[in-house]
């Protein structure tokens, strides 16, 4: 007799409408905690949150002095996660990230033996910063972290602890002694989060704030463990194929040698997103939708997200440079050009 059976579709919904509704809560109480420290950046936020909800990774871009590193740390703070940061630098090595084997003396039996040291990927949230300043092989060293939550020394494989996430940081205005990412890491990022100047009274409130004496202390607002179970909630919000189908069209769209393509997209882009960019729409779709108290996905969601998850894979040509056309004037107009199916929600 089996003592443990099942729990019927119907329970499994209760439970899961009990679990999003701790999500909001959690998400806002992470929102609160984040704004005694962070002024503004609202959308920023939302979006690393976002980030952590889905299990994704995300490169965050913006000039230095506008608090990136530190608002990856405050919320490792507030979700009681290990942090840890790597400064990426030109002379950085693979085995400065992942770690490597030392040789040591056994204390029990006197013999020399390897032991493996970890290196800082170790760690729950890892800031990978200023990523581009170090050569393609050490940038190569995130990859199997980032796909498969482990890493690989001298042919032995160490699992990651979970939740584990990746934010690196590009600056954009210095391009001297950098190294730009090959399209193939790119792509393993969710978003590229883009972070901007303040409006003057939000950054006024920034010099009071850090010229003054305060200490700040964060309550935690959620836990790793919670964190997991919020992830596969998060998967298993519906989506209806409508909401699907708009995602992939996007994506389509933005890709010049695709039939159908509109003409701006053949004129300015050189390479359009991957499959990994509908993956990402849906997935963030469902994890916005969770926070906004639905527990349905909506083509406002996938427009919401069309500009973060597509301005790192669409990649435009020379034509789009000299004509000083952005990529997120190229989603914008691809957001005008492909509309929401008329039958769908």
Do not use: C
């Not at 579709?9 to 998400?27: K, S």
């Not at 990230?97 to 493996?116: H, K, M, Y």
């Not at 069209?249 to 040698?257: C, E, K, M, T, Y």
């Amino acid at each position: 007799m089996n003592d443990n059976p099942e729990p019927s579709p119907a329970a499994d919904a209760g439970d899961d409408v009990a679990l999003a509704q701790e999500l909001r809560e959690r998400y806002d109480a992470t929102r609160r905690e984040l704004a005694k420290l962070i002024v503004g950046q609202d959308g920023v936020v939302e979006q690393v949150l976002l980030t952590i909800l889905a299990g994704g990774n995300s490169l965050i871009v913006g000039v230095p002095g506008l608090a990136k590193t530190l608002l990856i740390h405050s919320i490792a703070q507030v979700l009681d996660l290990d942090f840890s940061r790597i400064q990426f630098t030109p002379d950085l090595m693979p085995s400065d990230i992942t770690g490597t084997d030392l040789v040591q003396e056994n204390a029990e039996t006197g013999r020399r033996e390897l032991v493996f040291l970890p290196g800082p990927i170790f760690a729950n949230i890892v800031l990978a910063d200023e990523i581009n300043r170090t050569p393609p092989k050490t940038q190569s060293a995130l990859l199997e972290a980032m796909q498969e939550h482990r890493v690989t020394v001298q042919g032995k494989t160490y699992e990651l602890d979970e939740p584990f996430f990746v934010f690196a940081t590009q600056n954009p205005i210095e391009l001297e002694g950098t190294y730009p990412l090959p399209e193939a890491q790119l792509d393993r990022f969710m978003f590229e989060i883009v972070i901007d100047y303040l409006p003057e009274d939000e950054e006024l409130e920034v010099v009071r704030q850090t010229t003054s004496l305060r200490e700040i202390r964060f309550d935690y607002a959620m836990s790793g463990a919670q964190i997991r179970e919020f992830q596969r909630l998060v998967r298993r919000v519906p989506v209806a194929d409508a909401v699907s189908q708009y995602a992939l069209s996007l994506v389509r769209a933005s890709r010049p040698g695709q039939d159908g393509a509109p003409e701006f997209v053949r004129d300015w882009v050189a390479y359009g997103a991957s499959t990994r960019a509908a993956q990402y729409l849906v997935l963030g779709g469902k994890a916005r939708a969770l926070i906004n108290g639905r527990y349905h996905v909506e083509f406002d969601d996938i427009r919401a997200l069309a500009r973060p998850v597509l301005r790192h894979r669409v990649l435009r040509n020379f034509h789009a440079e000299s004509e000083k056309v952005g990529t997120d004037d190229i989603i914008d107009r691809l957001l005008a050009a492909v509309p929401p199916p008329a039958s769908g929600m």
